[in-house]
């Protein structure tokens, strides 16, 4: 789901230009979270609950995926957990 909202945001190629020493800057976070919440909203989520959402979601993707542009590594099992931890 998480890996779906980024391909489609256009946030992976916005990410291409983050610099590799340190991966997940203030930039990289916000695109994420940006996207993260406005796949939410169209969802039919409130834009409190996305933002809570995409917040848990940002903070577990950082665990699992040291850098942004592994989000798309992401296995259906991890996904699964991070949905279901964050809802």
Request: charged fraction near 30%; proline fraction near 3%; include cysteine.
């Amino acid at each position: 789901e998480i890996v779906t909202l980024f391909e489609q945001s256009k946030c992976i190629d916005e990410l291409l230009l983050v610099k590799i020493e340190h991966p997940w800057t203030e930039e990289a976070e916000a695109l994420f979270l940006e996207h993260c919440q406005e796949g939410k909203q169209q969802q039919g989520m409130s834009d409190e609950d996305a933002e809570k959402y995409c917040n848990c979601a940002l903070a577990e993707v950082r665990v699992l995926i040291p850098n942004p542009h592994h989000v798309i590594s992401l296995s259906e099992e991890e996904l699964a957990q991070i949905f279901n931890k964050c809802r």
